[in-house]
């Protein structure tokens, strides 16, 4: 009689709920893992563990999917992969800003119509404010990724916080220039105006406060994206040379461009013992200086974990709620809004453990 009640009992009972299952990529130990950083995601995906499977379709709309954003799709898929929910990631492949703009905005407009739940967007302008709002609106979750729309209704911001990061690289110039060169002028390959390009501009200020500070003379030149744009630059800052009072010391390159200081350097025929130059991203020009010792080192965005970041966040704000998601992610926030995915300061002479750290996150160098 009491097996019986027991198995009564048994069958009485209903099986626990399942739980999300996520099996992540592990980062291999590298000098240059943010250990920081993927401890904040563990722990995100050890609450996501906690909730039943839930269903959403992910998109990730970027810029285009290749150069600098080419490891932000590969990030972007392999979270999509391991959450194991349906998502594409994709991007305009017209050629002008206004028709790439125009293409972003057809993308998003498509998905929410064919039931995409989540967004995650790298706007290229302004336009793409009223489609973020509508699915936030709709209650469905968006974050933008690497240029924010601070006025649209996204929960969240995930990239470089363009301040910090210019104060960063003003830092590493400050410190890597020699005791001959404790003052004169240093030239900024930047950004001069904020109306049309606040995060270049928020990024060269950054850096030109901190060495002002340092008490350095600061020449900022605008950089030049049009054709023949280096050209340009190069001839520009080699007058800065000839010009300057005090005398040139320094070169920071903000953006991707930022080999061009070097190019001018050396069309003068300095060497790294003449100028101390320091740059910004990880372009293959900026990786040759470095190697030939004219760029002393260079800050690396981290594109791949800003893509990875996007469908967890996502998942989690529809799981969990994007407020317990942001609270899960307050090690890296800066404020209620903004995730700062970091930045990698890479010197030269540490090249092939960065090299190292990118292969294993399957980006290449």
């Given amino acids: 009689m009491t097996g019986l009640l027991l198995a009564l009992a048994a069958c009485g009972q209903e099986d626990p709920a399942p739980k999300k299952e996520i099996t992540r990529v592990d980062v ?32 990730v709309v970027l810029k285009t999917l290749v150069g600098f954003w080419k490891p932000v799709m590969i990030g972007a898929n392999r979270a999509i992969g391991e959450l194991g929910v349906p998502g594409a990631v ?20 498509e998905q929410r119509g064919s039931g995409y739940t989540a967004l995650g967007i790298a706007p290229i302008a302004a336009d793409l404010s009223p ?32 301040r910090e990061a210019g104060q960063t690289a ?36 950054g850096a030109k406060a901190v060495l002002e500070a340092a008490g350095y003379a600061t020449i900022v030149h605008r950089t030049t994206w049009a054709e023949g744009g280096i050209e340009l630059d190069v001839a ?3 007058s800065d040379f000839a010009n300057a009072d005090p005398p040139v010391v320094g070169m920071l390159g903000l953006f991707s461009a930022a080999y061009r200081c070097a190019m001018a350097a050396e ?27 004219l760029i002393k080192a260079t800050h690396a965005q981290r594109q791949y974990y ?27 926030m800066a404020d209620e809004y903004r995730f700062n995915a970091g930045l990698d300061v890479v010197p030269a002479n540490q090249l092939d453990a960065y090299n190292d750290f990118l292969d294993s996150l399957g980006v290449g160098g």
């Fill in 28 to 59: 291999p130990d590298n000098a240059f893992k943010p250990v920081e950083l993927e401890t904040t995601i563990g722990g995100l995906v050890e609450e996501i563990r906690t909730t039943a499977p839930a269903s959403m379709q992910v998109g």
């Fill in 236 to 238: 520009t800052m080699k």
């Fill in 131 to 162: 489609q973020i709002d509508a699915y936030a609106d709709s209650g469905l979750p968006v974050v933008t990724i690497d240029s924010d729309l601070a006025d649209s209704r996204r929960g969240l911001y995930i990239g470089t916080l363009n």
């Fill in 90 to 109: 994709v991007a305009p492949t017209e050629g002008t800003p206004a028709e790439a703009t125009a293409r972003q905005v057809e993308i998003v407009t």
């Fill in 306 to 332: 800003m893509g990875y970041l996007v469908p967890y966040v996502l998942y989690s704000a529809n799981a969990l709620g994007m407020e317990r998601t942001k609270e899960l992610l307050a090690p890296h």
């Fill in 170 to 205: 003003g830092e590493t110039l400050r410190d890597l220039m020699p005791s001959s060169r404790r003052t004169g002028t240093v030239v900024l390959l930047g950004h001069d105006t904020e109306e049309d390009w606040p995060d270049g501009y928020q990024r060269t200020m």
């Fill in 267 to 293: 069309q003068l025929g300095k060497t790294g013992d003449d100028v101390t130059i320091v740059g910004f991203d990880f372009e293959p020009e900026t990786v040759q200086y470095m190697r030939s010792g």
